[in-house]
């Protein structure tokens, strides 16, 4: 996977949480057999600039934790012109499956409000996101029992357990 990873924060996200992330994602790439030649990015802030991408694009006046934006769907149906190619050019053209962006101060925050590690919270955060990113949700009852079984799943597998 090629995975960008902006730190837009007042004070710097410390290397060691840049690189579980990093680490974090790769693994629930593997763990949900992502394609190797997918590309995505995470941007880390402050509650300030979360809330201000919250309020514009969702009309949400208020700071959140984690915002997923998916750039690719699958339904190709309603483009104009189709990109058409065989199956061995396909693959070597990586796919973009969005962003992330992360507020690091509600990763501080809910971690000591839910008693776990900020490592937890943000190993949590960022795979909630990857898994919106691949169509994964919880607006139904039935939907959110898969996304939250695989969420919990991959963080414990990875060694992130509650």
């Given amino acids: 996977m090629d995975l960008e990873i902006f ?18 994602l790769e693994f629930a790439g593997k763990y949900i057999k992502l394609a190797e030649n997918t590309e995505m990015s995470v941007t880390l802030m402050n509650n ?10 969702r009309g949400v006046d208020r700071a959140t934790d984690v915002i997923s934006f998916a750039i690719e769907d699958d339904d ?9 190619m065989d199956e061995e050019m ?21 971690a000591e409000y839910l008693g776990h ?12 996101g ?9 607006m139904k009852p039935e939907d959110e029992k898969v996304m939250f079984k695989l ?9 992130l357990k509650r």
Avoid: C, W
């Fill in 7 to 24: 730190d837009k924060t007042a004070n710097g996200v410390p290397d060691k949480h840049v690189t579980m992330i990093r680490e974090v």
């Fill in 48 to 57: 300030e600039d979360i809330h201000r991408i919250n309020k514009e694009y």
């Fill in 76 to 84: 190709d149906e309603d483009e104009e012109f189709p990109l058409v």
């Fill in 90 to 110: 396909a693959a070597e053209i990586p796919e973009n499956i969005g962003d992330i962006f992360v507020s690091m101060d509600k990763v501080e925050e809910q």
């Fill in 117 to 128: 590690s900020y490592e937890r919270e943000l190993g949590f955060l960022v795979v909630h």
């Fill in 130 to 138: 990857f898994l919106h990113l691949n169509g994964y949700d919880h």
């Fill in 151 to 159: 969420q919990a799943d991959i963080l414990d597998a990875y060694g």
